[in-house]
C-alpha cells in the first residue's frame, strides 16, 4: 500500500514541492476540498500524515484519524493542533523552525537601516520634486552606536553579525541563551534594564508568551535611551500600541519600525499613519525561496516518521520514542 498524505489547507501556489518530497517514500498527497472539518476528515481518515498550515485540528477531528502517524505543520507555532489530543493518540507533531531565519534576520536589519538613514521619507520627498538634504536632517552615523537585542534564538544570532558588519556594538537580554552562545557571537549579555539604558536601536526577537505580552509598556520606554529607535520583527502585542505612541509624542523615542501589530490588520491603530514609523505587513517570513524550504522541510518530516526514523523538530518527541 503506497502511503497516504492528507493536506488540509494551503497559501502555497502549488504542493508540487512537497509531492516531490514525498514521492521518495512513494506516498501521494491530496488537498483537502476545503477547509473545513467535514472536508478535511473525509480525506483525513484514512491518511498516514497530515500537513497542516492554518486549519484547526481538533481532538475530535485526531480521535477519528485512526491511521495517522505524524501531524506536520508547515509553519514555526504549531497552536493550531491539539497536541495534548495528538500526544494521547501516539502521533507525532512537527514544526519548521528555521525555515525564514535569513528573511526574518535581514528585514530587521532592513528596517533599522531605512528608519537611520530615513529612506522611506528621502524617497517620497524626491518622487514630489524635492531634492535636498535639509528634510532629512539630522541623520546620525550608525558606527559606534549599541544594537540591543531582546532574545538571542535562532534570527537574533543572524542579526548580530549583520550588525556587526556595520560597525555597531551589539548587547543581547536573553534569560535562557547561554552565556556561551552569547559570547561567541562577540555579543555583550547584559540584564533587561542595562539593555534599555544603553542601547540607541532595541530590536525585539522573544517569543509572545504571557511574560513578553506588552512587555514594552510605558514603563519600559521610559526606561530607552532619549532618541532611541525600536524595531519588532516578533510579534505585535509584545508592544503596548498606545505607550508606544506616547513615547513618540513626548519625543522621548526617535522612531520605531514594525512588521507585527497587535491586530493585524491594524483597526484604529494609533500608530497607522504617522511619520516617525515605518510598518511592513508582516513579510519578514517570506521570500519565494522560504516558502520552498518550508514546504521541503515540512514534508521531509512526513518521510521520517513514516520511514521510522526520528523527525528533526518534533513538539512531543516522547511520543516517537515509546512507539
Ligand atoms: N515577522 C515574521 O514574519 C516572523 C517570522 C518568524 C519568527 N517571528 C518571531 O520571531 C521570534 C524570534 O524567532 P527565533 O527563531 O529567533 O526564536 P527562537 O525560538 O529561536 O528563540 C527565542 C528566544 O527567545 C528567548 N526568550 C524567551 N522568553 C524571553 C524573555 N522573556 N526575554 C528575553 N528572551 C526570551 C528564548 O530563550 C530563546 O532564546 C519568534 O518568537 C517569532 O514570534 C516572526
Redesign the pocket.
Known sequence: MRPFVAVTDSVFPSLDPARAVLATIGADLELAAQATPDAILRIAEGADALLVTYAKITAEMIGAMKKCRVISRFG?GVDNVDIDAATSAGIVVTKV??Y??D??SD?AMALLLALVRKIPASNAQVHEGRWEMKAVVPIHRLRGTVLGL????????LVAPKAQAFGMRVVA?????PADVLAGHGVEAVA?DELLRQSDYVSI?????P??RN?FSRDVFRKMKPGAYLVN???GPIVDEAALAEALDQGHLGGAAL??MPQEPPVNSPLVGRPDILITP?????SEESLLELQRKAAEEVVAVLSGRAPRNAVNPDVQRSL
Not at 531582546?150 to 544570532?157: N, S
Open positions: 514555526i523552525p528555521d525564514c531565519i528573511e526574518v528585514h531582546v532574545g538571542f534564538g535562532r534570527i537574533p544570532q537580554h536573553d534569560p535562557f541563551a533587561f526577537h522573544t517569543p509572545l508568551v511574560e513578553t512587555l520583527t516578533a510579534r512588521d507585527v508582516h513579510t519578514s517570513f517570506y
